[in-house]
């Protein structure tokens, strides 16, 4: 079958050189461009950095291996409790970093090869529009035409560079790549990635400083997993500064850095870290030389189509700013490629995404946080529990795990399951399952309970937590 996009002058000669050119060869734009490749789709996609995008290359994957090394220094710390002898356990940062980056090389390696083998062409290149058929490729310094386009660039970090000293700090894309672990580390912010890399950096030894404008980290979570993470944190000797900002960060002797806050006294510290939040990457893009209109932060405002105002013009992705996570940017990839290369229309549904934070104990998450409910159904149920988990009485660890259900009142659907404790992510990603069918709580006592799991406490709790709403 001919790919819908190919468009065929009177000669039956393609007018274009590709039916797609991605932008950006992150999680949703290699998906989509293997994706239309494998429909007969003639494709390329270009990026400037790596294939694989933030997620395999700076992102989710690094990270993940980071929390594996960083909960070691825990379980050092706790295996005594059950006999063992853990004295003085030494932690090499360069082997970390040197694992990880082979673990990476080979994860880019895949990836290339799943484009190539889909029949898609790379070019190792910043590429920018120039109209709307026409792309730039930067390192070739040529240009190369496409009947659509897809821009999948992702987002970057942000920093306020409107303080002084604000290029001293580093961010999530540099502390993948530290030549030396930090002793003591100081952080902006208190969304994922700032809670993430203090728990990382703390359970590899490092004294860590967060520092937070608001009240409770975690602000967009229920304000149970907020508080809970916030006690947690503490508890694991992150020292959490609230209600204040950077003022202005200073180069001391050696690596050292004095930031001074707009409250509070200076904190000094080897290494300081923005993790204030990801932009969309669009800068330079040239997306109003093909005219292709942005809003808030500079995201690709697109339909629930992935179409922007551009007839032939697309975006997925963080690029588009709609939910900043991967498994969301592949299933936007895919929708677009099903839909333009395979006569398959697709939306994604974005109802019921699971989220988790790697934090220690990590977060897992779906549905309705119990205000948004409260909001949105009006009268809620919610159902909650904290232990301490049995895995802990040994150890002699005092972390605890948090549970909470939130139950439409009307319908006794569970509309929101919410845990902090270890295993949360694992756990969610099967609850999300029977959330999003829409179970009720009746269904969930009806389960029976798996023993001697934490999750098990998720089918076990009757009792009503009182009633506000
Ligand atoms: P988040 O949006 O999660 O958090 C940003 C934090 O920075 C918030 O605490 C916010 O405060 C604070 N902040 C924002 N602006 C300022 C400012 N001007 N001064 C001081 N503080 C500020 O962003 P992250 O950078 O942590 O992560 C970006 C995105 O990447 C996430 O939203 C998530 O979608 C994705 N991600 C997902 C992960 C996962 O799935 N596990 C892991 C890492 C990233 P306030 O709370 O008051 O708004």
């Known amino acids: 079958m001919r790919p819908i996009s190919a468009r065929m002058d009177g000669l039956g000669m393609a007018k274009f050189d590709y ?16 994706l239309a490749a494998s429909y007969g789709a003639r494709a390329a996609v270009a990026e400037e950095y790596r294939v694989g995008g933030t997620c395999v290359v700076r992102g989710c994957i690094p990270k993940k291996l980071f929390v594996y090394a960083s909960e070691f220094g825990h379980m050092f710390h706790d295996a005594g409790g059950y006999g063992w002898t853990a004295d003085a356990p030494r932690f090499d940062w360069k082997t970390l970093i040197a ?7 080979r994860l880019n390696g895949v990836y290339i090869r799943n484009l190539k083998n889909a029949g898609a062409e790379i070019f190792d290149s910043r590429a920018t529009l120039k109209d709307e ?4 490729l930067v390192a070739e310094n040529r240009d190369v035409t496409a009947a659509k386009i897809l821009i ?31 002793k003591r580390v100081v952080i902006a912010g208190g969304g994922y990635i700032a809670i993430e890399f203090a728990c990382i950096f703390r359970g590899l030894g490092a004294e860590v400083t967060l520092v937070y404008r608001g009240d409770d980290v975690l602000k967009n979570f229920d304000r149970d997993i907020s508080v809970a993470v916030h006690r947690e944190m503490q508890r694991l000797g992150v020292r959490i500064v609230t209600k204040t900002v950077f003022a202005r960060i200073e180069q001391r002797a050696g690596a050292e850095k004095r930031v001074h806050l707009s409250a509070g006294g200076p904190i000094d510290a080897d290494l300081v870290f923005w993790a204030v939040g990801r932009r969309p990457a669009t800068q330079g893009l040239g997306l ?50 099903e839909t333009e290369f395979h ?21 897992g998450t779906v549905g309705y946080s119990e205000g948004d409910a409260r909001r949105k159904f009006g009268a809620t149920d919610v159902y909650k529990t904290d232990f301490r988990p049995m895995k802990n009485t040994l150890s002699g660890s005092e972390a605890r795990t948090y549970m ?34 829409g ?18 406490e998720l089918v076990l709790m009757r009792t009503k937590w009182a009633e506000k709403g």
């Open 404 to 437: 909470k259900l939130v139950v439409e009142q009307s319908t006794q659907r569970v509309v929101g399951v919410h845990i902090v404790g270890e295993g949360a992510p694992e756990m969610i990603q099967c609850l999300a399952i029977a959330v999003k069918a």
């Open 19 to 34: 039916d797609l050119f991605t932008i950006g060869a992150g999680s949703g734009g290699v998906r989509a461009t293997r």
């Open 439 to 456: 179970a009720t709580k009746r269904q969930f006592d009806e389960t029976m309970a798996l023993h001697p799991t934490s999750a098990e």
């Open 343 to 363: 006569h398959n229309p697709q939306k994604v549904d974005y109802d019921f995404i699971p989220k988790a934070v790697f934090s220690q104990p990590p977060v």
């Open 133 to 136: 058929h026409t792309v730039h």
């Open 288 to 337: 109003e030389a093909a005219g292709v209109k942005t809003g808030k932060d500079g995201a690709v405002i697109v339909d629930e189509w992935n179409r922007t105002n551009v007839a032939n013009i697309f975006a997925v992705g963080d690029v588009t700013d709609r939910v900043q996570l991967t498994p969301v940017a592949i299933r936007e990839g895919a929708a677009f490629a």
């Open 99 to 105: 694992n990880k980056d082979a673990e990476i090389d």
């Open 152 to 182: 999948a660039t992702g987002g970057a970090p942000w920093t306020d560079n409107s303080i002084e000293g604000s290029d001293l700090a580093v961010t999530s894309n540099e502390a993948f790549h530290l030549e030396e672990f930090p």
